[in-house]
């Protein structure tokens, strides 16, 4: 690699949402979100992974992102036992998605262990907030993702991918569990309301710079957040102090609306390539998409960098 180019990592879009293309239109009301076909159509789990390998992504993200011990059990009446190899079968087929696109491909791909908010699987939408963490000890968030992720490490992930956090209070519960762990990488990305503020309100800067304090991580930044607010809170992100990769992973920037779905974008736009050369020059490094990006995305996204020769596309350093 030459060292005046410069590094990019492609990750890959909505799980959920490609899920929905699948024909799992009931997805989105459900408790256990994706997590729930982890149990009851694993063969579209592996197969959507698959699809954002083939379409160029470095990096998958598991289907546990909502998953948890209370839910798993309030609703899919199974014990722990199961609800814990469900989350370890989420890492099984991800790297059986892994391991076939690059007998095709020849390009390495990485597994990344989704662990979502507490908010998330409370169900409630206060992931979007952050509410929550007025309740809650930073101790008992520790000790409620302590079990979702120590499954996630014993699967064998390549990374932890601590998604959608809403709060500057949670990711510090994170990092206490990860003490655990401490040969576990991980990434961690906020959701945002704004182009400088979390969705619970601390600054972005504020809690990239925490978590960058850990040896653990490996690049930090924001996802699910809108595209709109993107090129601001990469520019808030401009200080000397924050060095690791910095990750860009919004949404498609659409309403979801009760009773009709996701509104609001042309799928044949290609929203990711479109901005991405104006956030690569802000800053971002790690590049994917979140709810409604799709693996045409992607793909689009990948074409689009490797047309670019000032781009290296080596895969993250592991």
């Known amino acids: 690699m030459a060292e005046d180019k410069t590094s990019v990592v492609i990750?890959?879009?909505?799980?959920?949402?490609?899920?929905?293309?699948?024909?799992?239109?009931?997805?989105?009301?459900?408790?256990?979100?994706?997590?729930?076909?982890?149990?009851?159509?694993?063969?579209?789990i592996k197969l959507i992974h698959k699809q954002f390998y083939e379409a160029g992504a470095d990096i998958c993200i598991t289907c546990s992102y909502q998953a948890s011990l209370d839910g798993y059990k309030q609703?899919?009446?199974?014990?722990?036992?199961?609800?814990?190899?469900?989350?370890?079968?989420?890492?099984?087929l991800a790297q059986g998605a892994a391991k076939e696109t690059e007998a095709v491909t020849g390009r390495k791909c990485y597994v990344a262990g989704s662990v979502g908010p507490y908010g998330a699987c409370l169900h409630d939408g206060s992931e979007y907030s952050g509410n929550y963490v007025e309740s809650i000890s930073i101790e008992e968030l520790s000790t409620w993702h302590l079990p979702r992720i120590r499954a996630l490490?014993?699967?064998?992930?390549?990374?932890?991918?601590?998604?959608?956090?809403?709060?500057?209070?949670?990711?510090?519960?994170?990092?206490?569990?990860?003490?655990?762990?401490?040969?576990?990488?991980?990434?961690?990305?906020?959701?945002?309301?704004?182009?400088?503020?979390?969705?619970?309100?601390?600054?972005?800067t504020d809690c990239i710079r925490l978590v960058n304090q850990s040896y653990q991580v490996t690049a930090s930044g924001m996802n699910c957040s809108h595209p709109q607010f993107i090129s601001s809170l990469l520019t808030s992100l401009q200080v000397d102090d924050i060095t690791k990769p910095i990750i860009v992973k919004p949404n498609s920037g659409e309403d979801w609306t009760q009773g009709i779905g996701w509104v609001g974008r042309d799928k044949e736009e290609y929203l990711l390539s479109e901005n991405v050369d104006e956030w690569i020059k802000l800053g971002a490094r790690w590049i994917g998409g979140c709810c409604r990006v799709f693996p045409a995305d992607i793909a689009h996204l990948r074409r689009t960098l490797e047309n670019n020769k000032a781009i290296s596309l080596d895969g993250p350093v592991v």
Do not use: Y
């Not at 959920?16 to 293309?21: I, N």
């Not at 609703?75 to 099984?92: E, G, T, Y």
């Open 75 to 92: 609703h899919c009446n199974i014990d722990k036992a199961h609800a814990i190899q469900l989350m370890k079968d989420s890492v099984h």
């Open 153 to 204: 490490a014993e699967a064998g992930v390549d990374f932890l991918a601590i998604e959608t956090i809403p709060a500057l209070k949670e990711a510090e519960a994170v990092l206490e569990t990860l003490k655990h762990f401490p040969n576990l990488k991980v990434f961690v990305n906020f959701s945002c309301k704004d182009g400088f503020h979390t969705c619970h309100g601390e600054r972005l």
């Open 11 to 44: 990750l890959d879009g909505g799980s959920a949402t490609q899920l929905v293309e699948l024909g799992h239109t009931a997805l989105h009301e459900d408790p256990l979100w994706s997590a729930k076909l982890i149990k009851t159509c694993p063969s579209d």
